[in-house]
């Protein structure tokens, strides 16, 4: 007999995608589930159709395989091998969908029985601080993290003198328990082993039987070049050593830059304000600046130039993270008002004033900003 197309199976279209794929297995799941009809052999041959047809559609690559030879694609051996449609009665995919739906009873983590191994470290966050002239050339620089570590004493198995873990008397090394409750099979962590499979016989004195330990560590950090806020450097095995000899997990570093006393920063360009002589800003000049490169450069104030003009130097801005590129640097001008001026100083700057001829030439901004004004105010009048 021929076998049903998967997608008639789920009753979903050939463009379904993951999120409806899943969502009618799971209805077809509980409705054809052998335990809510039992003595029903139709109902059990739709349950193992439902749970083959999804084993290989929620799979991108069997399904492609699936979508272009049919069910030719799988001959020789078919899909699922025994996990859905053999054997075992589909009770393992009914159970993820189970578990999924309505939790871990006993709080629990599916996936510790099977292999006897224990939780995998904690990943661990450290949050550093860098001057912006740290994040421009990069360092390396070691930092002290509060940590748990592998005990020496049992070497991370827990047992007193390294002793190796024994299979849990409870589950039998499975880690997961099972009781019936209704037309339901209720599966949850095994109390005693805590969902690793294993127990301690004789508890290791120093650790207590964790194989693991309260330490600082000290590591060593190469920070790159061109790093910005937020930027995020991962230290693999690092972090949490895993209970008794479990992978260790990650360390974190969330880098922050500390604000500058002269350098604004917007990703690689850098803003600085210099303040500009009045005489030097009416009359063209050159002024020395800073660089983040901690030097000064020589640069050509034009003839006239007013408060807030900006100079643009090029390659003079922030290193690009993991690149040879930079961005510029930008100038903003800041014309300064002389002060403590002589008598005579200011006899000059009167002669220089004139009268209002003479401000109108010299001083346009301020001299229209003011018939702008009056403009406004006769439109008002109006």
Same mark, same amino acid.
């Given at each position: ?74 001959? @020789?051996?078919?899909? !699922? &091998?025994?996990?859905? =449609? *053999? $054997?075992? +009665? #589909?009770? %393992?995919?009914?159970? /993820? ?5 309505? @939790?871990?009873?006993? !709080? &629990?983590?599916?996936? =510790? *029985? $099977?292999? +006897? #191994?224990? %939780?995998?470290?904690? /990943? ?259």
């Amino acid at each position: 007999m021929a076998k049903r197309d998967y997608y008639e199976c789920l009753k979903v279209s050939k463009d379904a995608d993951a999120a409806e794929l899943k969502k009618a297995y799971r209805k077809l799941a509980m409705e054809y589930h052998p335990d809510r009809n039992p003595d029903d052999d139709e109902a059990e041959k739709n349950f193992k159709e439902v749970n083959e047809a999804y084993e290989v559609l929620k799979d991108e690559d069997k399904r492609a395989a699936y979508d272009r030879f049919g069910h030719a694609a799988f001959e @020789g051996g078919g899909p !699922g &091998g025994g996990g859905f =449609g *053999g $054997g075992g +009665g #589909g009770q %393992g995919g009914f159970a /993820d969908i189970f578990e999924e739906m309505f @939790g871990d009873f006993m !709080g &629990g983590s599916r996936g =510790g *029985g $099977g292999g +006897g #191994g224990a %939780g995998r470290g904690s /990943d661990l966050r450290y949050n550093m601080e860098v001057t912006l002239e740290e994040a421009f050339n990069g360092q390396k620089t070691d930092i002290r993290v509060p940590t748990s570590v592998i005990c020496d004493s049992c070497t991370g198995t827990g047992g007193e003198g390294g002793a190796a873990p024994v299979t849990c008397g409870t589950c039998g090394g499975a880690g997961r328990v099972r009781s019936q409750s209704g037309f339901f099979t209720v599966e949850r962590g095994c109390p005693t082993c805590q969902g690793t499979g294993q127990t301690i016989a004789d508890p290791c004195k120093s650790c207590g039987g964790a194989g693991r330990k309260q330490k600082d560590k000290t590591l060593s950090v190469n920070i790159p070049s061109g790093v910005e806020e937020g930027t995020r450097i991962r230290l693999a095995g690092e972090g949490e050593a895993g209970l008794r000899g479990a992978p260790a997990g990650d360390l974190y570093i969330f880098l922050s830059v500390k604000p500058h006393r002269f350098f604004k920063r917007d990703q690689a360009d850098l803003y600085v304000r210099v303040p500009v002589p009045m005489t030097v800003a009416s009359l063209g000049g050159q002024i020395e600046v800073p660089t983040i490169e901690g030097k000064l450069v020589r640069i050509t104030i034009p003839e006239g130039t007013p408060t807030g003009h900006q100079l643009r130097l090029r390659g003079k801005g922030m290193k690009v993270l993991r690149s040879e590129s930079r961005g510029d640097m930008f100038v903003q001008i800041f014309v300064e008002t002389p002060v403590n001026l002589t008598k005579k100083q200011k006899e000059l700057l009167k002669e220089f004033t004139g009268d209002d001829k003479s401000v109108k030439k010299h001083s346009p901004e301020s001299t229209g900003f003011l018939d702008k004004v009056k403009d406004l105010w006769e439109d008002l009048r109006d």
